[in-house]
């Protein structure tokens, strides 16, 4: 086991090398990187014969996170609690700036310029440097030839180290070089695994707070609107009655008011209504198979007077039967379709085509030849209350759009408009298969 490579033959000291590649390998299975470091270094000292051996990483050439390891034959005992971490000074410099192996007998290395006295490194219980009776130093390099480790030698069991040492040295320092990539990988993968852990737990709360919020603002709309009802219904009754019984003995004056305070509340109730109807998207839905052509159609006889009323014409292309929320479904196209007779140009009759196209699912488009959208806007009508216009150019709640964004993501899908003023708007929104 202790034998020296120095006096084989250049064939088995390759033949050692492979085995030492199986060896080292399995190192890089279910060890810490600080105990593979140590076999390395009790592999190296144990195949060359030699008394003391060191293994640094040194990753991105900072000292500071240096990871060292040593490894000394009985002869050095005493030392193996030696713990002076090396600095990038010294001798050891000389591995690193030169990229390659030094090798030095002992008077060699002691009468180096660049060779520090022992003395300089005691570490912190006093413990001097051991001796060094000769060295062998090789580079550990990446890829990219950064120097990022160095494997030593010292005190050979017999004689000085040469050029088999050598080249067993640099053969284990290409296979630490695995080593330490791997290390790099590892790192970097726990690295993003921290971190993509860490998003996601931040994410899981925010989706978890904004969804408590949500409901709770749910709940409040629900309810606020529901207590509305019963003062809103006794104000339309009270401005009917006083409409119907004191009209005669108000004047012109005191007509007009009452009727703003009738119109008001008769928004306020649409506007409660269409509240109270967003507050229930999504309570008891059941999925189940819808045919859009037929829900369309009973779409499009419901609209009949309003559409006839403007010389409008609806056409129903090929629809598909899709699993989806039905009621809902419906709610959905009816807004749509009645957004587009609605948003008409006064020039040219309505003309609105309802069509889909499959797309992970089903595209379905509504498109109509009204007053279209400018750019700006296009996003924000699907926000609850946003409108565009005054209720004396088109009336409305501004409630349509929202419900309409909350039915289609209800069925995980999304809803979106193209438009050119003037000349018309698409809006589109796709279901998945379900
Ligand atoms: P409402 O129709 O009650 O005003 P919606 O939420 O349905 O509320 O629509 C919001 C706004 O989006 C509308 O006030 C209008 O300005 C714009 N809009 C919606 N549909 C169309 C359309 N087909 N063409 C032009 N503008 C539209």
Redesign the pocket.
Known sequence: MFSSLGTSDSRESKAKLVLNINTTLSLAHDKSFADVLHDIAQEIRTSIGAHQSAVSFIPDGDFQRAVHTHSFSSKYEKYNSYDVMPTGKGIWRLVIDQRKSVRFTEEELYSHPMFKRFSELKDARGLEHPPMPGWLASPVKRPNGEVVGVLQLSDRFEGDFDEHDQEYLEGMAKLTSIIFELQYVNHDLAEKTKQAELAERKLRRAVSSLQRQNQEIEQFVYVASHDLQEPLRTIIDLSEKLKKDYADTLDAKGNKLLSFVSDSSNRMRNLVKGLLEYGRIGKNKQLKSVDCIKLVKAVKKDMKTSIEEVDGELIINDLPIINAYETELRVLFQ?LIA??I??RRKDVPPRVVVSAKPNNGWTFSIE?N????DKQ?QDQ?FVIF????NQSE?P????????CKKIVELHGGNIWVE?TPNEG?T?FFNIPNL
Do not use: C, P, V
Not at 370 to 373: D, Q, R
Not at 386 to 389: A, H, K, S, V
Not at 396 to 403: A, K, R
């Open positions: 807004n957004n587009a609605k948003f109509d009204g007053i279209g959208i806007y009508i946003q409108r565009l216009y088109y409305g709640t501004g409630i349509g759009l929202s419900h438009s708007s809006f």
